[in-house]
C-alpha cells in the first residue's frame, strides 16, 4: 500500500483499511470489526465524506457535556483503537476524561493489545479489575466499577446497540459516534454524532479546547433531543443522493 501515492482519490480510504487489516492480524481488530468498518463506510459516502452540519452541532454539544460532567468516561473499543488513537489522546488531553478499553470479543491478550495502541500514542489508560457492571450477557458488560461503572457521561464510538441501550437504561448520559442513522446504536443514544470517528473526535477536541479558554461556567443540560441530530442526518443523506449525478 505505501506505494499508492496522496493524489489517490480513495488515498484516505485505502490507508485506512490497509490499518485495520494490519491491526486484524496482530489482534487488536476482531475480524468482525472489518465487516463493521465496511459498513459504516458505506454511510460515510452518503454523507458525502465530510462532517454534515448537524453533526459537528452535536459535538459541539458532547464537548459541553464532556467538560460539564462529573466523571467523563471514554470507552474504546478495537477498531476505534486502530482507527483513532492520537485524536483519543487529544480529546482525552481536551476532554480531561478517563479512558477504558471496553471489547466485544474480550480476552486479556486483546485487552493487552489494545492498551498498548493507545499508550503508544499518548493515552492514559485506566486498568484493573472489572465486573460485570452493565447488565448484558457478554463481555461489553465487563467494566471496572470505579470506571464505566461510576460514570455518568460514556463516549462510546463504534459501539454496540445493545450495550448503548444498557448503559442510557442505568441512567448515563452517553455519546456516541456512528455512521448510520438507522443503527440502534444512533437510535438509542443520548447525543448521536453522525460522523467518521477520525473527523468527530478531533471535533469535540477542539470545542473542549475553545470553551475551556472561555472559561465559562458549564451546566449539565437538563434534556437533549437525540433525534433532532439523527433527523439533520438523514437529510444530509438525501441532500447527498439529491446530488449524486451533477
Known amino acids: 500500500m505505501s506505494d499508492i501515492p496522496t493524489s489517490h482519490p480513495r488515498y484516505k480510504s485505502l490507508m485506512t483499511r490497509q490499518r485495520l487489516a494490519e491491526h486484524a492480524v496482530t489482534g487488536v481488530v476482531s475480524m468482525e470489526g472489518l465487516t463493521s468498518h465496511g459498513r459504516g463506510e458505506a454511510f460515510d459516502y452518503l454523507i458525502g465524506e465530510k462532517t454534515p452540519a448537524v453533526a459537528l452541532e452535536a459535538e459541539k454539544l458532547a464537548a459541553r457535556v464532556l467538560l460539564a460532567a462529573r466523571h467523563p468516561v471514554l470507552s474504546i473499543n478495537g477498531n476505534t483503537a486502530a482507527l483513532a488513537a492520537p485524536q483519543i489522546a487529544e480529546l482525552q488531553q481536551a476532554s480531561g476524561a478517563e479512558v477504558e478499553v471496553n471489547l466485544f470479543h474480550r480476552t486479556e491478550e486483546r485487552i493487552t493489545l489494545v492498551t498498548n495502541v493507545l499508550q503508544d500514542a499518548g493515552v492514559v489508560v485506566s486498568e484493573g479489575p472489572v465486573e460485570r457492571c452493565v447488565p448484558l450477557p457478554h463481555d461489553r458488560g465487563l ?13 462510546v464510538p463504534l459501539e454496540d446497540g445493545d450495550r448503548c441501550e444498557a448503559l442510557v437504561g442505568m441512567g448515563k448520559i452517553v455519546i456516541t459516534v456512528d455512521l448510520n442513522p438507522l443503527d440502534r446504536t444512533s437510535k438509542m443514544a443520548t447525543i448521536p ?4 470517528v477520525t473527523r ?5 477536541a477542539a470545542e473542549c479546547r475553545r470553551l475551556r479558554a472561555a472559561g465559562d461556567t458549564l451546566v449539565m443540560p437538563e434534556s437533549f433531543d437525540g433525534k433532532y441530530f439523527l433527523a439533520g442526518a438523514v437529510e444530509a443523506i438525501a441532500e447527498t443522493l439529491r446530488h449524486a449525478l451533477d
Open 200 to 204: 468527530a473526535l478531533p471535533n469535540i
Open 193 to 196: 454524532i453522525i460522523d467518521e
Open 143 to 155: 467494566c471496572r466499577p470505579e470506571g464505566i461503572g461510576d460514570a455518568d457521561v460514556v463516549l
